[in-house]
T-cell receptor, first 111, second 116 residues
Framework: QKEVEQNSGPLSVPEGAIASLNCTYS??????FFWYRQYSGKSPELIMS????GDKEDGRFTAQLNKASQYVSLLIRDSQPSDSATYLC???????????FGKGTRLSVIA | EPEVTQTPSHQVTQMGQEVILRCVPI?????FYWYRQILGQKVEFLVS????????KSEIFDDQFSVERPDGSNFTLKIRSTKLEDSAMYFC??????????????FGDGTRLSIL
């Protein structure tokens, strides 16, 4: 199993809908997880981090972590066309160790 | 809000030449990283740096690569003899010190390196 896996998409949702982005991971990167948003040609921009089982909400974003299933997701409520970007899931094992990124899921929000 | 800054934004170099990519991490951060992203591919870790030495490096970071923190603010990545396959976006990132595993890394805008 690759360390961090994501469906590359594209995932298309209508404006105002909930976008659900998913990520699975291996044991090597199992401590904490980060969702980054990357617009084309730009740098990754941190959206949320999560390291405890359950949900974590920040505005329109909710991150969900299920360590038993090795699964982490990001929900975007009330999706806007400006949310159209590639969403990168990254994990790591501890402290300040390097991030391991998935390939990213391209999200397209249709107005 | 403090940010990581990188220069230049775009570097075009002939194959075999040396390049130096520069980064100014966020001022109170102590951990520094270089990542690269080849067009259309995922972000890959190159090297991490802490307390004036390399703390971890990937298999990509071979003898052609080196990093340096020449003063209190800059963090540089040098590629000694560039190859065509070094063409990529290079991102610098930094984070604060902490034992919590959720210390986020903040990325600079990147340097697009094009090898001709």
């Amino acid at each position: 199993q690759k360390e961090v896996e994501q469906n590359s998409g594209p995932l298309s949702v209508p404006e105002g809908a909930i976008a659900s982005l998913n990520c699975t991971y291996s044991d090597r990167v199992s401590q904490s997880f980060f969702w980054y948003r990357q617009y084309s040609g730009k740098s990754p921009e941190l959206i949320m981090s999560i390291y405890s089982n359950g949900d974590k909400e920040d505005g329109r974003f909710t991150a969900q972590l299920n360590k038993a299933s090795q699964y982490v997701s990001l929900l975007i409520r009330d999706s806007q066309p400006s949310d159209s970007a590639t969403y990168l899931c990254a994990g790591r094992n501890s402290g300040n160790t390097p991030l391991v990124f998935g390939k990213g899921t391209r999200l397209s929000v249709i107005a | 809000e403090p940010e990581v800054t990188q220069t230049p934004s775009h570097q075009v170099t002939q194959m075999g030449q040396e390049v130096i990519l520069r980064c100014v991490p966020i001022s109170n951060h102590l951990y520094f990283y270089w990542y690269r992203q080849i067009l259309g591919q995922k972000v890959e870790f190159l090297v991490s740096f802490y307390n004036n030495e390399i703390s971890e490096k990937s298999e990509i970071f071979d003898d052609q690569f080196s990093v340096e923190r020449p003063d209190g603010s800059n963090f540089t990545l040098k590629i000694r003899s560039t190859k065509l396959e070094d063409s990529a976006m290079y991102f610098c990132a930094s984070s604060t010190q902490g034992t919590m595993s959720n210390q986020p890394q903040h990325f600079g805008d990147g340097t697009r390196l094009s090898i001709l």
